[in-house]
């Protein structure tokens, strides 16, 4: 009973000095907690509805970061609750870590998943080169046993008396998350800076990719730093328990709005595709007929586009309608359209297939497949 009463005074003296700076981080972490979930879920359900698209393995860790992501909203909430509802009053519930620990736990189920989503995409933009994963997949496995460890050691413990073990896997978890991060990023940028061709079109895409890549990737990355030096400054403040309640959010955050960027930058590519056929051909206002033209590459893909032939009344028009035909067996004439126009594209395509943009071309520039 002394015990528990010493440790109750000690954590009355503590709390009560400066209610702003411990009690006022908790609230915001459920607060911002649930605010990034409420976006990442209205992200999944978009990606929901292409997900198809993605491989196996891919939709695996979106499943599993997710889950993760749900479980630790969930557990926050019920963490506030226990401290604001149904314990309150006891001063000594925050400075144990009886319940914080267990976000050790819950942290690598999403952080872990998309960092492995990125490390697959960099490795694959660098042409499979197996030291990436390798170096990758080493901080990972250390960021994993740094929080693990963390949780175990310190759930019996309050925050004033961690001993060095707690404090060595402490550093390691945010530690080793950051050098992947690092390892993460700045192989994406070498790789897709090295994709770069000289032609306008694949140049223009490799910097749109490459400020897509930095957007998902820093913030998480700002967040585990500020998430180690603020342990490093306070050890296991409130503010530190508010970063570690958030950052998983934001990874999934990042990961999704990559995905989803990824369909968006498709469904462009498809539309102008779509508009530069249409004016390919005819020569005023008319009737139109749709059809489909058919393009077989080099590197084994087939894409397939909606053509609108604009032509006068009265006038034959180049393809007819519902009919399938391919580039090589159009007229001379029919040729120049098309190619002119999107030979840039059609030569960015061809790069990512040889490995200039990544190989296969599941993250980047790989258009609709019919």
């Known amino acids: 009973m002394s015990s528990t009463g010493s440790i109750e005074d000690v954590a009355r003296q503590e709390v009560t000095a400066n209610l702003g700076s411990h009690l006022s981080p908790l609230l915001l972490g459920l607060a911002f907690d649930s ?15 292409h997900s198809k698209k993605e491989a196996l393995h891919i939709r695996c860790l979106l499943y599993l970061a997710s889950f993760g992501a749900v479980a630790g909203t969930i557990f926050t909430w019920a963490v506030t609750l226990n401290m604001f509802s149904y314990n309150y009053g006891e001063y000594s519930q925050f400075i144990k870590c009886d319940w914080i620990a267990w976000y050790g736990i819950l942290d690598p189920l999403t952080k872990i998943s998309i960092q492995a989503f990125y490390a697959e995409r960099a490795w694959r933009i660098n042409k499979r080169k197996h030291w990436i994963l390798i170096a990758i997949g080493m901080c990972l496995c250390l960021s994993v046993t740094g929080s693990v460890g963390y949780a175990f050691t310190t759930r019996t413990l309050t925050m004033n008396s961690f001993s060095t073990k707690a ?52 913030p998480p990355t700002l967040v585990a730093l500020l998430f180690f030096l603020q342990f490093a400054a ?73 053509t609108y ?62």
């Not at 605010?35 to 509805?49: C, K, T, V």
């Not at 940028?189 to 090295?194: A, C, K, N, P, T």
């Not at 140049?203 to 820093?218: F, G, H, P």
């Not at 409130?238 to 369909?263: D, M």
């Open 309 to 370: 032939v604009c032509s006068d009344e009265g006038s034959h028009s180049p393809l007819k309608a519902g009919l399938n035909r391919t580039f090589s067996s159009s007229t001379d004439g029919e040729k120049k359209g098309p190619l002119s126009e999107n030979g840039s594209d059609l030569d960015a395509i061809e790069l990512a297939e040889t490995g200039a943009l990544g190989t296969p071309l599941e993250f980047e520039v790989k258009l609709q497949q019919r």
């Open 234 to 306: 306070e050890s296991m403040s409130s503010i530190v328990q508010f970063i570690a309640i958030i950052h998983p959010k934001v990874y999934l955050v990042g990961c999704l709005a990559v995905l989803n960027s990824r369909e968006n930058m498709r469904q462009d590519k498809k539309s102008s595709y779509v508009h530069t056929s249409g004016n390919s051909y005819g020569s005023g206002s008319g009737s139109s007929a749709p059809g489909n033209s058919r393009l077989q590459t080099s590197g084994g893909i087939t894409i397939q586009t909606e």
């Open 35 to 49: 605010l990034l979930m409420g976006i990442a879920i209205n992200q999944f359900i978009h990606w929901w509805n």
């Open 167 to 218: 404090n060595v896997f402490f550093y390691l978890w945010p530690g080793a998350c950051i050098t992947a991060d690092l390892l993460i990023t700045s192989s994406i940028m070498y790789g897709l800076y090295h994709s770069r061709s000289g032609l306008e079109h694949t140049d223009r895409l490799v910097r749109k990719l490459m400020r897509v890549s930095l957007e998902a990737q820093v």
